[in-house]
C-alpha cells in the first residue's frame, strides 16, 4: 500500500528565514501529489499539487515544491517565512484510478519565530 | 474557490447517543464526498467514500454500522455516529471533489465531536 512520510513532526524557524518541509511517499508509479495547509478553525486549503509536467509547481502564499522522482520525494519550499504561515501542513498522495482518493502524512506542525 | 461546510462545528453528546454531522458543497455539486477522522496531532484517516444514490465504500477497519453515511443529494452528505462512546471522539472532516481527476478537494473546517 501507498504511504506518505513526512520526517519533520514540527519545524521552528525565524520570520524572514527560508523553509523546507519534507515529504516522501511510497508507491510504484508517479502519484498525484499535493501539499495541504490547516489552520486552527479552518479547512484545509490547498496550496499546489503537481500532476506531471515541470517537476517545479508554484502554488499559493509563495510556496513551492519540487518533484523529485529519484528520491521519491516533493519538499515543500518558501523562501521567507510570514508569521501567518504558523500552521499544520500535510502532504498527501492521489493514485491513478483512485477515484479522488487522498493519502495523507502525519503532518508537520510549523512555529514562526518573530 | 468553492466551499463546503460541515454542521455542527463541534458537539458534546452522551454515551449511547448517536449524533449526526452534515457536510454541505454551497456553490457546486458532489457526487463524491469524504469523511476523514483526525486524532490529536495526527493525519487525516479516510474512513469512507460517500456516493450519491448509492452505498458509501467504507475503509479498512471502519464499521459500517457505527459510522452511518447518506449522500441524499448532490450537495449533502451526512455521517451518523451511532451509540457513540469516548473513543469515538475526534475531529471528522468532509471533503468533495470538483468535477474531473484529481480536480482541487475543498474540505470542510470539520466538527469536532466529544462523547462523554
Known amino acids: 500500500a501507498q504511504s506518505v512520510t513526512q520526517p519533520d513532526i514540527h519545524i521552528t524557524v525565524s520570520e524572514g528565514a527560508s523553509l523546507e518541509l519534507r515529504c516522501n511517499y511510497s508507491y510504484g508509479a508517479t502519484p498525484y501529489l499535493f501539499w495541504y495547509v490547516q489552520s486552527p478553525g479552518q479547512g484545509l486549503q490547498l496550496l499546489l499539487k503537481y500532476f506531471s509536467g515541470d517537476t517545479l509547481v508554484q502554488g499559493i502564499k509563495g510556496f513551492e515544491a519540487e518533484f523529485k522522482r529519484s528520491q521519491s520525494s516533493f519538499n515543500l519550499r518558501k523562501p521567507s517565512v510570514h508569521w501567518s504561515d504558523a500552521a499544520e501542513y500535510f502532504c498527501?498522495?492521489?493514485?491513478?484510478?483512485?477515484?479522488?482518493?487522498?493519502?495523507f502524512g502525519t503532518g508537520t506542525q510549523l512555529k514562526v519565530e518573530l | 474557490g468553492a466551499v463546503v461546510s460541515q454542521h455542527p462545528s463541534w458537539v458534546i453528546c452522551k454515551s449511547g447517543t448517536s449524533v449526526k454531522i452534515e457536510c454541505r458543497s454551497l456553490?457546486?455539486?458532489?457526487?463524491?464526498m469524504f469523511w476523514y477522522r483526525q486524532f490529536p496531532k495526527q493525519s487525516l484517516m479516510l474512513m469512507a467514500t460517500s456516493n450519491e444514490g448509492s452505498k458509501a465504500t467504507y475503509e479498512q477497519g471502519v464499521e459500517k454500522d457505527k459510522f452511518l453515511i447518506n449522500h441524499a443529494s448532490l450537495t449533502l452528505s451526512t455521517l451518523t455516529v451511532t451509540s457513540a462512546h469516548p473513543e469515538d471522539s475526534s475531529f471528522y472532516i468532509c471533503s468533495a471533489p470538483t468535477s474531473g481527476l484529481y480536480n482541487e478537494q475543498f474540505f470542510g473546517p470539520g466538527t469536532r465531536l466529544t462523547v462523554l
Open positions: 456553490d457546486f455539486q458532489a457526487t463524491t
Open positions: 498527501a498522495v492521489g493514485l491513478t484510478g483512485g477515484g479522488n482518493k487522498l493519502t
